[in-house]
């Protein structure tokens, strides 16, 4: 159970206990936030439930611009595109087409590349940074007090013990155990039932990247890997059985042939799996000193291919401000660690909405749906503002966080990859520093901007004709901007 939360101190140097940070899961949230964490030379213990090793051929396969962006921020991106399958066109319900060269960003595709890739970068980041990685330890519980997390565990050879830490992070997916110690609803319900994936191997090629429709009563979508894997995903009314139901190949294809009209010949599967989808959100991203973090906070459709991502990003807006409290660096350290939940909920909240709007589009059988499917995708197929706009919610790089009240534009929202004199701006937040943006050969006005936790990287435009001046926070987003 949860213990009364505690309160924060300018500055966690007290070395009494085993951890700075304990992470509970390695997924790919718990896995970035544990790399940053230890990046920025503190202690940091990653429990893991699964053994060392343990193969990972999940759901996630698609990785959106704004993720690229963070992993570009920690010198990851170039080879994790090398490894995968850049898709610069989205064509979903035969009539709607979204063109992903639009997106402004060095990164203007989906990638396609199973999970278990991204890890292994993020895994070998960690560890090259210092982190502590326990497999086949589980948490049994946790509670805290006013200056620390205690975390039960269980070890590989069943022996329990306890880890004193300053904060513990949940990344322990949707049957999440951090959360459910702390005692939190994970309110919602299933939006589909019955599921499918595989990875198979097909005979004839689709005729494009990627392949999506619904016709009612079945849809299928279909991408490829790169490495002759294709990931299927697919839904048939006619088959609604619990997931602990026995997949054959053979259910594949008839989905696959009813909404795509073909199933490229698919053979020799690797892995098919039977799930259901939920829409849940945890009320509070925050309990004292705990934080929970992708699917331990919110789980929804896939559809979209946001899960992964939306959780990476949580782990990116979470890290640094950690980071800067355990450092002493935070001049309000509980309003930095409250922003965590007020930013990131509704995002997590926003994502609920659009990948249920688009799987139930998917499923749509009424005259009335099907003529709002037909209608919309031919409307953000020509209105190029709109289809920006929805590239850049489902991409992520059109996410943007409440600024303050009198704020100047663009502060609260993503920042590009700006030019600068010193070099591209995501090379320089590979430091985990704020950047200040300023007009060349010119002193900052800087009146008015917020105070910085830690040291500060300056640099200054490319462009010599740009006169105004950013302050970018290490997760890409301006904290504040002026003329």
Do not use: C
């Amino acid at each position: 159970m949860a213990g009364k939360p505690g309160r924060t101190r300018s500055a966690d140097t007290d070395r009494d206990t085993d951890a700075d940070v304990v992470v509970v899961g390695a997924g790919p949230t718990g896995l970035l936030a544990a790399g940053d964490l230890a990046a920025a030379g503190l202690r940091v213990v990653v429990l893991e439930r699964r053994p060392r090793g343990t193969g990972n051929l999940t759901r996630a396969f698609g990785v959106h611009a704004r993720t690229l962006e963070l992993l570009d921020a920690r010198a990851l991106a170039d080879e994790l595109v090398g490894k995968g399958t850049p898709v610069t066109r989205l064509r979903l319900y035969r009539r709607l087409s979204l063109d992903l060269s639009l997106l402004r960003s060095r990164f203007p595709f989906l990638l396609v590349t199973p999970q278990y890739e991204v890890e292994r970068l993020l895994e070998r980041r960690a560890v090259s940074a210092g982190a502590d990685f326990r497999y086949g330890t589980a948490l049994l519980g946790l509670r805290q007090d006013a200056d620390t997390v205690t975390a039960e565990v269980s070890g590989p050879e069943g022996s329990r013990s306890a880890l004193r830490a300053r904060w513990l992070v949940g990344a322990d997916g949707v049957r999440s155990t951090v959360r459910e110690s702390l005692g939190l609803p994970f309110p919602g319900g299933s939006v589909i039932r019955s599921m499918v994936l595989a990875d198979v191997r097909l005979g004839d090629d689709p005729p494009r990247s990627l392949m999506a429709n619904g016709t009612g009563d079945a849809f299928a979508l279909v991408v490829p890997f790169g490495d002759g894997w294709y990931r299927v995903m697919g839904w048939s009314r006619h088959r609604q059985v619990p997931d602990s139901e026995p997949v054959a190949l053979d259910e594949v294809r008839r989905f696959t042939r009813r909404a795509l009209g073909s199933d490229f010949g698919m053979h020799d599967p690797r892995w098919i799996s039977r799930f259901h989808s939920d829409e849940r959100q945890v009320p509070a991203y925050r309990t004292g000193r705990v934080f929970l973090a992708g699917d331990a906070a919110h789980v929804h459709s896939p559809a979209g291919g946001q899960g992964m991502n939306t959780g990476l990003q949580d782990a990116a807006n979470l890290s640094w401000k950690l980071a800067a409290v355990l450092r002493g660096e935070a001049p309000d350290p509980e309003a930095l660690l409250d922003s965590y939940h007020a930013e990131r909920h509704p995002v997590g909240r926003t994502v609920l909405r659009s990948s249920g709007a688009i799987v139930r589009l998917a499923m749509a059988r009424t005259p009335a749906l099907l003529a709002v499917r037909e209608l919309g995708g031919l409307f953000l197929t020509a209105v190029r503002p709109a289809a920006a706009r929805a590239l850049g919610q489902v991409s992520g790089i059109g996410i943007a966080y409440r600024a303050e009240r009198g704020a100047h534009r663009p502060a609260g929202r993503r920042a590009p990859d700006l030019a600068l004199t010193e070099g591209r701006l995501y090379e320089l937040l590979r430091q985990g520093r704020f950047v200040l943006v300023t007009p060349r050969g010119a002193a900052a006005a800087t009146e008015g901007a917020p105070a910085v936790p830690g040291r500060l990287i300056r640099a200054s435009w490319a462009n010599p004709a740009r006169r105004d001046t950013l302050l970018v926070r290490p997760d890409g987003h301006i904290a504040w901007a002026r003329d």
